[in-house]
Structure formats: C-alpha cells, structure tokens
C-alpha cells in the first residue's frame, strides 16, 4: 500500500487563549506528531531556548528566510515577526508523519491557501473576561500591549469561520481530549484514507 502523506493540523486563536500551554500539555502526552519550530524575531522571554520554543532570528535574518523562500507563511504579529520553516514541514508530512503548527490567525489563514487539505483548529477563549485575566495572568505584557492584544484577538475571534473546528479551552485537559478527537476523526475520513486503497481496488472503483 501507498504510504500516505502526514497531516498538517493547524491550532491557533487569540493571544493568551491558552495554544502554548495546550500545545505543550499535548507533547507530554506523547502523541504521534510532531511540533514545529517557528523562526521569530521576538527577543527570547526567560527560560525560552533557540531551537526549542522558536528560532530566535535579527530582523535582517528573518527578511532573508523570507526572500529566500524559506517560511511557509509569515505574520507581523504585535511588532514582531513570526514565521513557519517550510522545510521541516514538507520533509516531515513527505515521511508520513502528522504536524502541528501552533500560529497566529492570519499566518492559519496564508496556510490554508498553500494547504487547503490541512485541518484548522481555532482555540477560543470561555469569555472575553476570562482572556484578558490570562493575559494578565501571565505577567509577560505591559499594560498597553495587553491592551493592544485584546483588540488583534476580537479581530481574529471574527475570523474563526474560516476554521474546519473550534475548541474551547476551559480546561486544558478537556481542550486537549477535544483535539485528541479531531486528530483521531481526521484519520478516520475515507478522503484521506481511500487513496491507500487504490492498488487493491485497481480500476474497478
Ligand atoms: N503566523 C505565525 N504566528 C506564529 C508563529 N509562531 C508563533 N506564532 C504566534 O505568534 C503569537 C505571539 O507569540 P508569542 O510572542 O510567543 O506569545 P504568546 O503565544 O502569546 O505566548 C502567538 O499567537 C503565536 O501563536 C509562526 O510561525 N507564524
Ligand atoms: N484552560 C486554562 N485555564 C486557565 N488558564 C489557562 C488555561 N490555558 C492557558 N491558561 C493560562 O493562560 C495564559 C496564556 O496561555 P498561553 O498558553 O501563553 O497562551 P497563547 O499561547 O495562546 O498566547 C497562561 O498564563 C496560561 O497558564
């Protein structure tokens, strides 16, 4: 049988929603996919690592990535860039493995161009309330950019019907059980899994 392509999964939704503690509590569960690495111009926060949060990139590197074709999408994103390896992404759904991306809304939207076939994930916060008191809670943002993010996040709460699933992170093991689904659903679509089938089947379909 044909080996067939990995699935590209897409999670995003606003800011302070919960996708970097929910993507996090998905790779200690050990599932079969894998996490990219996203190249950022945004200076690293305490503890973050090159290589393992993001790649942390000057300005100038990152405009080169982008001229040289190197980002699968690209988003300026609160003053700073944001920006998907295309490379690990192709090389990674070619061996047949699943892949995750865990981006900003209008970067899901330019990967919903390139890979129509990908499943969008939109995490939506249980209130508007609620999104900002994580914001704040996380103590990594002055006031104005709070400010600033909780207005990008109403614009992009309006773009969530661009989205194939939406899944409320109340609490972070029910959003991640929610995704677990998705993923096994997806999986199970005849679309995707049909294509394996066509030697057996010849030309009599
Ligand atoms: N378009 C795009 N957005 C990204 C990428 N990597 C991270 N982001 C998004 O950029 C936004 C800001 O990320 P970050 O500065 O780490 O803050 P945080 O996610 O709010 O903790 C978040 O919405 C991320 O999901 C990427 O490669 N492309
Ligand atoms: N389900 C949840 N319930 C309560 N707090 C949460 C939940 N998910 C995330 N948080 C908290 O909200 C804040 C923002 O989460 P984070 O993962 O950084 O968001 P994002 O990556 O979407 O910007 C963090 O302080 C995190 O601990």
């Known amino acids: 049988m044909e080996k067939e392509r990995g699935i590209l999964f897409v999670l995003s939704g606003p800011s302070g929603v919960g996708k ?3 993507c996090k509590a998905l790779r200690e569960q050990k599932l079969d996919i894998q996490y990219s690495v996203s190249a950022t111009t945004r200076k690293p926060r ?3 690592r090159h290589g393992v949060e993001y790649f942390f990139k000057t300005k100038e590197e990152f405009l080169d ?5 190197q980002l699968l999408e690209w988003a300026e994103y609160v003053g700073n860039y944001y920006g998907t ?3 690990y992404v192709n090389s990674t759904l070619d061996e047949g493995k699943d892949v995750i991306l865990e981006i900003e809304v209008q970067g899901a939207l330019q990967v919903k161009n390139i890979f129509p076939e990908g499943v969008f994930i939109f995490l ?3 209130s508007l309330d609620e999104l900002r008191s994580r914001i704040v809670g996380r103590g990594t943002e002055t006031e104005d950019l709070i400010n600033n993010r909780m207005s990008v996040a109403k614009e992009e709460i309006e773009l969530m019907r661009h989205y194939d699933y939406s899944v409320v992170n109340d609490e972070i093991d029910a959003a991640c059980n929610r995704i677990k689904a998705i993923i096994t659903t997806e999986h199970c ?4 899994v049909r294509p394996k089938y066509e030697k057996i089947l010849g030309d009599d379909k």
């Open 124 to 126: 939506t916060p249980p």
């Open 46 to 48: 305490e503890g973050e």
């Open 189 to 192: 679509r005849v679309d995707r």
């Open 85 to 87: 390896p295309i490379e």
């Open 65 to 69: 990535m982008i001229e040289n074709k």
């Open 20 to 22: 970097g503690t929910v």
